[in-house]
């Protein structure tokens, strides 16, 4: 109920000031002002986050939105609780439980006690899900959906999936078997990850310190490519197939490849939901995490040696 958020002004929250390393830019706020409710938002008490590449290239300064300004707080992923409403949220409410994922943000991210959101990118959370476990989708979960929606992916068609142990592809192979309904699915990774990739419900688990999938005999119908570069993935494609790739961004690609970037929006959230309240998809959580909000720069700091499994989870926060 309403009467039971007394939201505070100031909160604590991790700032950058200035672009560049995580480790040097990066400095826990005590007392950093509670962002203001616009119309259409909804202030939200952040329970969990989570971390994705793109976090660290928006610290760095590779990645910014028009119209950015410093100083800022990262994150994009958040399960917490609506606090406050604006006067035109017309379908959230104060106590709802919601996650979603904030693309557009500007300045206000998501590693800290309370954030602002449109009500159009949150969904009501899960209730199978905890809030460590909802935190960890949404970037992944609309980046995976998207790019195999796009790439034409369907009932009884062949993925081969690059990178498939990491937070996009861990997520990828499950909503290729349980929700496009692939006939098979294959993925790559290093060898200690395998027994990963076959309990996610790959049918072939590629050593790619091994084996050039490139030069496998068999062509699959769509690549989803989560590690690049697209010039080896278009040579395991089928004619008339298809390579969606997450990283080859901003460069001409060669055909049939394209670039897909994930968006902020409930409706692949509201999609997925009856396969997670069923179980049949899974967040796939980082053995070494959660990572105490306390922790965050060492959290950023492993995100970084490219060698974390599933995602990387802030809980709880603070």
């Known amino acids: ?87 035109e949220v017309k379908e959230l409410k104060v106590g709802d439980e919601v996650y979603g994922c904030m693309l557009n943000a500007n300045k206000d991210g998501t590693l800290a006690e309370y954030t602002v959101e449109e009500e159009s990118f949150l969904a009501l959370k ?3 899900l905890s809030f460590e476990e909802a935190a960890s989708l949404p970037l992944v979960i609309q980046t995976a959906y998207g790019g195999l929606e796009r790439a034409g992916l369907s009932r009884g068609k062949s993925v081969l999936i690059l990178g498939g142990a990491g937070g996009v592809g861990t997520i990828t192979i499950r909503l290729a078997k349980e929700v496009f ?82 968006t902020s929006d409930r409706s692949t959230l509201e999609k997925v939901k009856p396969f997670l309240e069923s179980g049949k998809v899974k967040p796939v959580i980082n053995p070494k995490s959660p990572f105490p909000f306390a922790q965050v720069v060492e959290a950023f700091s492993y995100l970084q040696t490219g060698r974390a499994t599933g995602k990387v989870v802030i809980h709880p926060v603070p």
């Not at 480790?23 to 005590?30: F, G, M, S």
């Not at 002002?33 to 909804?42: A, D, L, M, N, Y």
């Not at 999938?213 to 278009?234: I, N």
């Not at 197939?241 to 001409?252: A, K, L, Q």
Request: charged fraction near 25%; charge should be neutral; avoid cysteine.
């Open 126 to 128: 899960p209730k199978k």
């Open 181 to 262: 309904g692939a006939s098979r699915v294959a993925a790559t990774s290093s060898a200690g990850k395998l027994d990963l990739l076959k309990s996610l419900g790959a049918d072939l688990a590629i050593d790619y310190t091994k084996v050039n999938f490139e030069d496998l005999p068999e062509k699959f119908d769509v690549v989803y490519d989560a590690v690049g570069p697209s010039e080896r993935a278009v040579k395991a494609v089928k004619p008339g197939g298809s390579v969606v790739t997450i990283v080859d961004h901003g460069r001409e690609l060669p055909p049939p490849a394209f670039s897909f970037i994930g």
């Open 1 to 87: 109920m309403a009467e039971n958020f007394v939201v505070p002004t100031r909160m604590k929250a991790w700032v950058y000031r200035e672009h560049g390393d995580v480790a040097t830019v990066l400095r826990l706020d005590p007392e950093l002002e509670v962002p203001k409710v616009r119309e259409g938002q909804v202030l939200v008490k952040v329970v969990a986050a989570a971390l994705n590449p793109i976090d660290t290239l928006r610290v760095n300064g590779v990645y910014q939105l028009p119209g950015f300004a410093l100083p800022a707080v990262p994150g994009y992923d958040l399960a917490g609780i609506v606090v406050k409403v604006g006067r």
